[in-house]
C-alpha cells in the first residue's frame, strides 16, 4: 500500500527551463510534506519542505506547491541547473502521532545541456 | 566529523548470517532513525530513538531485526540469520530535535547484499 507515490520515475529537462516533479499521497492524516534530494552512493539531504496549512513555499529556485484537496503535491525548480541532476524524493509525515517519513519511490531527474 | 557516519559501506553476507550496521549520529543530536531502502524504491522506516530509548520500531520487518542505541549516542542494526530479501541499502538519519523531519542529516548508507 504505496501511500505517497511518485508516477513518474525519471524526468529530463534543458538547462535553463523548469522542472515540474510531483507527488500525490492517500493519507489524509499526512500534515507536512518533504523534499529530499538524492546523489549517487550519498544519503538523501533536506531540499524544501511544506505544512498543510500552506499551498505555497519558495526558497530561491525551488517552489513547492500543495493541493490538499487533491492530495498532490509537486516541485518546480527554476531555471534547472545541471547540478540539479539527481533523485527527488517526496516524503510525507503526520506530525501529530509520529516522527516518522514515508517517501515515495523518487523521480530521477537529468538537467541537461 | 560533520556529519552522520555509518560503517560499513558496504556488507556481503552469506545467507543465514549474521550482520552489525553501526550508525554514528552527529554529536548532541536527540533523535536518531533507521531507514531501510530496496533498489528502485524510497526509504522505508525502520524504527526511532530519541536518546537511548526506542519509541517506535514498527517497521522492523520481522524478528530477526533488532536495533539498540544503549548509550544514546551510537546505535546498532542487527540483522539475525540473513536472507535475500534484506539486500538493501540502510541508511541511518539523526536529528537535534524531536519536532519536524526537515532538520534530518541522513548518513551515506550501509549496502547489504545477502548472497
Known amino acids: 500500500d504505496q501511500q505517497v507515490k511518485q508516477n513518474s520515475p525519471s524526468l529530463s529537462v534543458q538547462e535553463g527551463r523548469i522542472s515540474i516533479l510531483n507527488c500525490d499521497y492517500t493519507n489524509s492524516m499526512f500534515d507536512y510534506f518533504l523534499w529530499y534530494k538524492k546523489y549517487p552512493a550519498e544519503g538523501p539531504t533536506f531540499l524544501i519542505s511544506i505544512s498543510s496549512i500552506k499551498d505555497k513555499n519558495e526558497d530561491g529556485r525551488f517552489t513547492v506547491f500543495l493541493n490538499k484537496s487533491a492530495k498532490h503535491l509537486s516541485l518546480h525548480i527554476v531555471p534547472s541547473q545541471p547540478g540539479d541532476s539527481a533523485v527527488y524524493f517526496c516524503?510525507?509525515?503526520?506530525?501529530?502521532?509520529?516522527?516518522?517519513?514515508?517517501f515515495g519511490t523518487g523521480t530521477r531527474l537529468q538537467v541537461t545541456l | 566529523g560533520a556529519g552522520v557516519s555509518q560503517s560499513p559501506r558496504y556488507k556481503v553476507a552469506k545467507r543465514g548470517q549474521d550482520v552489525a550496521l553501526r550508525c554514528d549520529p552527529i554529536?548532541?543530536?536527540?533523535?536518531l532513525f533507521w531507514y531501510q531502502q530496496a533498489l528502485g524504491q524510497g526509504p522505508e522506516f525502520l524504527t526511532y530513538?530519541?536518546?537511548?530509548?526506542?519509541?517506535?520500531k514498527s517497521g522492523l520487518p520481522s524478528d530477526r531485526f533488532f536495533a539498540e542505541r544503549p548509550e544514546g549516542s551510537v546505535s546498532t542494526l542487527k540483522i539475525q540469520r540473513t536472507q535475500q530479501e534484506d539486500s538493501a541499502v540502510y541508511l541511518c538519519?539523526?536529528?537535534?530535535?524531536?519536532?519536524?523531519?526537515?532538520?534530518?542529516?541522513f548518513g551515506s548508507g550501509t549496502q547489504l547484499s545477502v548472497l
Open positions: 554529536s548532541g543530536h536527540v533523535s
Open positions: 516524503a510525507a509525515e503526520n506530525t501529530g502521532t509520529a516522527s516518522k517519513l514515508t
Open positions: 538519519a539523526s536529528s537535534i530535535r524531536t519536532a519536524t523531519n526537515e532538520k534530518l542529516f
Open positions: 530513538f530519541q536518546n537511548e530509548a526506542q519509541l517506535d
